[in-house]
């Protein structure tokens, strides 16, 4: 045993050594504190610095949980503006002792309720028109508007900013008046608080209640019976009207009064509620799964802004949530499908039904008006938010889509089980005393530079051709066929394509039985991940396994006459250009250019003989695998997923010997 003494130092020692431990872990967490905050806080600056285009406008994004949250602090009203706050549409930073706090609120309506609380209701706006917009004169004897507003659970900042920024921006000689409809809001600053509140406001503002919760059409159908304007405008309750946002809209509507007006878009940060200008050149349509999407504008559109870059053009789909239309042609076109729940699709609905039965969609360049945009929603959906949507969009597909409605149900299995359950035949009804165009109408006609399967094109798989498979014995004597036709070697590249994706359509059910039996497995292309703000899956092309039912969209690619090889989502595939340094590039996958110049590099041909994807324009170039592929069809076989990381394709020289450049066109059914 030590001594007492020795023992006692012994013990102060270990007491002082833990004390400069626990000193030294508060500095370092204190300063790891410091540089989070001075991190996140130059993060949302240069956020801020970027100018974005939203995602999605009208489509479910995820639904987030509120944890760790009071019922007091989620029914609290803490508005409270700070001078200088986000004015000019500016960036708000939250000083670091309050990025906690600030973390929690965000969970309630999932954007910075603290910035949104400290910027005045009425704050200043920058005007993004272009010279040409405010130079504009109108008709001052424009239609009066009723302003329908639906909001549910909506932060009192963000919904009063909305109502505020019509009153200050709006002539009230076109302001009817301003229905706000409570779609069954539970927090408490939106009962007596607000009816005591909308009743001081200088314009005519009617509160209306649902009473319970209905969802966004049964709400709006309730603004537009109570309303008494000539024309409905509908907002969301999280928007900023800009300066001289509201003429162009009704003076649109007074021209024709069957033309569906919505402005520019513009972009409210959820995370610094800076206020940002969107591009004008875009145009609202959707995808395969039928989730609106925004692209850019078709070219006869382009060429028309070339002439007045004031005129409104035209759109396939509009976003939905903002738009003015004459009140007498919304009831004689429809109105709305009142049977849709909750939320999601409703745009789809009517921008089918107004472009197919005589109406026009349009985008006003000279109206901007601000959108908060969420990465995830905060509001619940009674009953599920999978069936709910996809019972919309069953009224969607059902009523407007034809046969394309097969392409949507082959895809979508879990609305493919509810289809049968839900009654459309009031719906149905209508389109037929509309006398409606057909969905095939809308297509060719109202969004031509569409991606979607056609009876003109191939619809299916690529896949690298396995030469031990037994589907790849029955598929090139099957294709041989139409190369050993007397007509078939005489014919141009663009003559050969055409007869190609003919003969492979007429040989569609002998080619799916192919599919459908085969005895290895096979490596499919595959569209890439999305990456940009857009949702378009760009970047190299993938290849994957291919799956054993064939029902797989990431794998399903469209072969088309103008030779563009494309997928969902509008993207084709590209050759980039070989170069002394990189002589053997990865090909592809890039926005698809509708207007396709003779050397552009999305136009392919495939040589039926040889089996080759070649460049159109420069037939010494085709699309070869990465030798690594060699491993799956080989002897020692190894599964595709193991070496996904490996698989490219290239575009390198031609070599009819070469194996990794053989590839087989195998359609699917698609209606």
Same mark, same amino acid.
């Given at each position: 045993?030590?001594?007492?003494?020795?023992?006692? @130092?012994?013990?102060?020692?270990?007491?002082?050594?833990?004390?400069?431990?626990?000193?030294?872990?508060?500095?370092?967490?204190?300063?790891?504190?410091?540089?989070?905050?001075?991190?996140?806080?130059?993060?949302?600056?240069?956020?801020?610095?970027?100018?974005?285009?939203?995602?999605?406008?009208?489509?479910?994004?995820?639904?987030?949980?509120?944890?760790?949250?009071?019922?007091?602090?989620?029914?609290?009203?803490?508005?409270?503006?700070?001078?200088?706050?986000?004015?000019?549409?500016?960036?708000?930073?939250?000083?670091? @002792?309050?990025?906690?706090?600030?973390?929690?609120?965000?969970?309630?309506?999932?954007?910075?309720?603290?910035?949104?609380?400290?910027?005045?209701?009425?704050?200043?706006?920058?005007?993004?028109?272009?010279?040409?917009?405010?130079?504009?004169?109108?008709?001052?004897?424009?239609?009066?508007?009723?302003?329908?507003?639906?909001?549910?659970?909506?932060?009192?900042?963000?919904?009063?900013?909305?109502?505020?920024?019509?009153?200050?921006?709006?002539?009230?000689?076109?302001?009817?008046?301003?229905?706000?409809?409570?779609?069954?809001?539970?927090?408490?600053?939106?009962?007596?608080?607000?009816?005591?509140?909308?009743?001081?406001?200088?314009?005519?503002?009617?509160?209306?209640?649902?009473?319970?919760?209905?969802?966004?059409?049964?709400?709006?159908?309730?603004?537009?019976?109570?309303?008494?304007?000539?024309?409905?405008?509908?907002?969301?309750?999280?928007?900023?009207?800009?300066?001289?946002?509201?003429?162009?809209?009704?003076?649109?509507?007074?021209?024709?009064?069957?033309?569906?007006?919505?402005?520019?878009?513009?972009?409210?940060?959820?995370?610094?509620?800076?206020?940002?200008?969107?591009?004008?050149?875009?145009?609202?349509?959707?995808?395969?799964?039928?989730?609106?999407?925004?692209?850019?504008?078709?070219?006869?559109?382009?060429?028309?802004?070339?002439?007045?870059?004031?005129?409104?053009?035209?759109?396939?789909?509009?976003?939905?949530?903002?738009?003015?239309?004459?009140?007498?042609?919304?009831?004689?076109?429809?109105?709305?499908?009142?049977?849709?729940?909750? &939320?999601?699709?409703?745009?789809?609905?009517?921008?089918?039904?107004? &472009?197919?039965?005589? /109406?026009?969609?349009?985008?006003?360049?000279?109206?901007?008006?601000?959108?908060?945009?969420?990465?995830?929603?905060?509001?619940?959906?009674?009953?599920?938010?999978?069936?709910?949507?996809?019972?919309?969009?069953?009224?969607?597909?059902?009523? &407007?889509?034809?046969?394309?409605?097969?392409?949507?149900?082959?895809?979508?299995?879990?609305?493919?089980?509810?289809?049968?359950?839900?009654?459309?035949?009031?719906?149905?009804?209508?389109?037929?005393?509309?006398?409606?165009?057909?969905?095939?109408?809308?297509?060719?006609?109202?969004?031509?530079?569409?991606?979607?399967?056609?009876?003109?094109?191939?619809?299916?798989?690529?896949?690298?051709?396995?030469?031990?498979?037994?589907?790849?014995?029955?598929?090139?004597?099957?294709?041989?066929?139409?190369?050993?036709?007397?007509?078939?070697?005489?014919?141009?590249?663009? /003559?050969?394509?055409?007869?190609?994706?003919?003969?492979?359509?007429?040989?569609?059910?002998?080619?799916?039985?192919?599919?459908?039996?085969?005895?290895?497995?096979?490596?499919?292309?595959?569209?890439?991940?999305?990456?940009?703000?857009?949702?378009?899956?760009?970047?190299?092309?993938?290849?994957?396994?291919?799956?054993?039912?064939?029902?797989?969209?990431?794998?399903?690619?469209?072969?088309?006459?103008?030779?563009?090889?494309?997928?969902?989502?509008?993207?084709?595939?590209?050759?980039?250009?070989?170069?002394?340094?990189?002589?053997?590039?990865?090909?592809?996958?890039?926005?698809?250019?509708?207007?396709?110049?003779?050397?552009?590099?999305?136009?392919?041909?495939?040589?039926?003989?040889?089996?080759?994807?070649?460049?159109?324009?420069?037939?010494?170039?085709?699309?070869?695998?990465?030798?690594?592929?060699?491993?799956?069809?080989?002897?020692?076989?190894?599964?595709?997923?193991?070496?996904?990381?490996?698989?490219?394709?290239?575009?390198?020289?031609?070599?009819?010997?070469?194996?990794?450049?053989?590839?087989?066109?195998?359609?699917?059914?698609?209606?």
């Amino acid at each position: 045993m030590f001594p007492r003494r020795y023992r006692r @130092k012994t013990f102060y020692l270990i007491l002082l050594l833990m004390s400069i431990f626990v000193l030294f872990f508060i500095i370092y967490s204190s300063r790891s504190l410091a540089y989070k905050i001075l991190e996140y806080n130059r993060s949302i600056r240069n956020k801020s610095k970027k100018s974005k285009i939203p995602q999605v406008v009208g489509h479910y994004v995820g639904q987030g949980k509120i944890s760790a949250v009071s019922d007091e602090v989620i029914n609290a009203n803490n508005y409270n503006p700070i001078p200088g706050w986000g004015e000019m549409g500016k960036p708000v930073v939250i000083p670091g @002792k309050d990025l906690f706090k600030m973390q929690q609120l965000f969970q309630i309506n999932r954007f910075n309720l603290m910035a949104s609380d400290g910027i005045a209701l009425n704050r200043t706006l920058p005007d993004f028109r272009g010279v040409a917009c405010k130079e504009k004169k109108y008709d001052e004897n424009l239609p009066k508007a009723s302003i329908i507003i639906v909001f549910y659970n909506e932060a009192w900042s963000t919904l009063m900013r909305t109502v505020w920024s019509v009153i200050n921006r709006t002539p009230k000689r076109y302001l009817e008046e301003i229905l706000l409809i409570d779609d069954g809001s539970d927090r408490n600053y939106l009962k007596e608080e607000l009816d005591t509140y909308v009743a001081s406001l200088p314009a005519k503002v009617r509160l209306l209640r649902m009473g319970e919760r209905k969802g966004l059409v049964p709400a709006r159908l309730l603004g537009a019976q109570k309303s008494n304007g000539e024309v409905l405008l509908f907002l969301d309750a999280h928007c900023e009207c800009s300066e001289g946002w509201i003429e162009p809209l009704l003076s649109r509507v007074k021209e024709n009064r069957r033309k569906v007006v919505s402005p520019v878009i513009d972009i409210i940060s959820d995370d610094n509620f800076s206020y940002v200008k969107s591009a004008e050149f875009h145009w609202g349509a959707f995808n395969w799964q039928l989730h609106f999407r925004w692209y850019t504008i078709g070219d006869k559109e382009i060429e028309k802004r070339k002439l007045d870059h004031t005129v409104p053009f035209k759109t396939p789909v509009f976003a939905g949530g903002l738009f003015a239309i004459d009140r007498q042609y919304f009831y004689e076109i429809g109105s709305y499908d009142a049977e849709m729940s909750i &939320w999601g699709g409703d745009n789809l609905e009517m921008s089918f039904r107004v &472009w197919q039965c005589g /109406g026009e969609l349009e985008i006003s360049p000279c109206s901007h008006v601000g959108h908060l945009f969420r990465k995830s929603s905060p509001y619940t959906f009674p009953g599920g938010v999978n069936d709910i949507l996809d019972r919309n969009l069953i009224r969607v597909a059902s009523v &407007w889509m034809d046969e394309w409605a097969e392409f949507f149900y082959k895809f979508n299995k879990n609305a493919a089980k509810l289809r049968d359950d839900v009654d459309i035949d009031e719906r149905v009804t209508l389109r037929r005393e509309l006398r409606c165009h057909t969905f095939e109408w809308y297509l060719q006609n109202i969004w031509p530079e569409h991606f979607f399967p056609m009876r003109d094109r191939f619809f299916g798989r690529i896949q690298v051709a396995d030469r031990k498979s037994s589907q790849f014995a029955k598929y090139q004597h099957l294709i041989l066929k139409l190369a050993n036709k007397m007509y078939y070697s005489s014919m141009s590249s663009q /003559g050969k394509t055409d007869s190609f994706i003919s003969y492979l359509n007429k040989n569609q059910p002998e080619l799916t039985e192919i599919l459908e039996h085969g005895d290895r497995p096979a490596l499919c292309f595959q569209k890439p991940k999305a990456r940009n703000e857009l949702k378009q899956p760009l970047g190299e092309l993938m290849l994957g396994k291919c799956s054993v039912a064939h029902d797989k969209l990431p794998e399903m690619f469209i072969f088309t006459p103008q030779s563009q090889i494309l997928t969902d989502e509008g993207i084709c595939l590209e050759a980039p250009l070989p170069t002394k340094d990189l002589p053997d590039p990865k090909a592809r996958m890039t926005p698809c250019i509708t207007k396709i110049p003779e050397n552009n590099r999305q136009k392919w041909f495939y040589n039926i003989e040889t089996l080759q994807i070649r460049h159109f324009t420069n037939d010494n170039y085709c699309l070869e695998v990465s030798s690594e592929a060699q491993q799956i069809f080989g002897h020692n076989y190894v599964e595709p997923d193991d070496i996904a990381d490996q698989l490219y394709v290239y575009l390198r020289t031609c070599d009819t010997t070469n194996a990794l450049q053989k590839f087989v066109f195998l359609p699917v059914p698609w209606m």
